[in-house]
């Protein structure tokens, strides 16, 4: 069992370093097949340079040819595919139709986040793909029970339909401006995957922890605690899909159920 862990973890993080390509070269034109080099000074890596994590900390974060810094980026999310690739095989075993989806949903979610991160955007081929995902879930689960399918299919629907409502009315309320429709697209996939409850409470979460690091990053500009040169106010735009996308997992891994608090 250890050692099962060892290599999913070995081979999230091999997963994870692609990722980082992908959500790079996302929209640049750029071939995710072409060879990773240094965005600075343009050098192609050597295969030494391209072990996940590993080559980060032997450098010191630093290219070896044109020593710039670089993006603490790439280890983070080698580092986190890696842990939730092992946490999604702790959680479902090898329920392997399942794994696969979740293994992707991974992928995914991951470019999402970077991208909306950096480009405060949501890719829609990524995030269709995740809805798509929670559309094949209730099939692959029901391959040996044919006779759930329209059930389990149904309860996905209405898990996603329930858990992107909140969100489409904020948006059509704002025009566009609290939030993108990017993040209704994605709320839906998220409820898809987690049917009604686990929907509700991931998006019941996000704005929690949503509304939690917004304060933070305001005290923490307040105080001058936080030396980038943008300071956060209450008006600042704050990328929200990593924030349902972080209730999504704490949901489905660890089965967290907020509606209890309301007798739901």
């Known amino acids: 069992m250890t050692m099962m862990f060892i290599l999913i973890f070995?081979?999230?993080?091999?997963i994870g370093s692609f990722l980082n390509v992908v959500a790079f070269r996302h929209n640049t034109g750029r071939s995710v097949s072409g060879r990773s080099g240094c965005l600075s000074c343009g050098k192609t890596l050597g295969p030494l340079e391209l072990v996940p994590v590993l080559s980060f900390l032997i450098q010191q974060g630093r290219c070896r040819s044109c020593g710039v810094k670089l993006s603490w980026q790439y280890p983070l999310v080698e580092l986190s595919t890696a842990m939730l690739f092992a946490l999604i095989y702790w959680r479902l075993g090898w329920q392997i139709e399942s794994l696969i989806i979740f293994w992707l949903a991974v992928c995914a979610l991951m470019v999402i986040t970077v991208y909306d991160f950096k480009h405060k955007i949501i890719p829609d081929r990524f995030v269709f793909f995740f809805v798509l995902l929670g559309l094949v879930l209730p099939l692959a689960e029901s391959w040996r029970e044919p006779s759930l399918l329209l059930w389990r299919l149904g309860g996905a629907v209405l898990g996603g339909l329930l858990t992107a409502l909140p969100l489409l009315l904020?948006?059509?309320?704002?025009?566009g401006r609290w939030l993108g429709f990017g993040d209704v697209k994605l709320a839906f996939g998220i409820g898809l995957l987690l049917g009604v409850v686990g929907g509700?409470?991931?998006l019941i979460l996000s704005f929690w922890i949503g509304a939690g690091v917004g304060l933070l990053l305001i005290a923490w500009g307040k105080l001058r605690l936080w030396r980038r040169r943008k300071s956060y106010t209450m008006k600042s735009e704050i990328p929200f899909a990593p924030f349902?996308?972080?209730?999504?997992?704490?949901?489905?891994?660890?089965?967290?159920n907020v509606l209890v608090f309301w007798q739901i």
């Open 10 to 14: 070995l081979f999230g993080l091999i």
């Open 170 to 175: 904020l948006w059509v309320v704002s025009r």
């Open 200 to 202: 509700l409470s991931a």
């Open 244 to 256: 349902l996308i972080l209730g999504f997992w704490l949901v489905f891994l660890f089965s967290i």
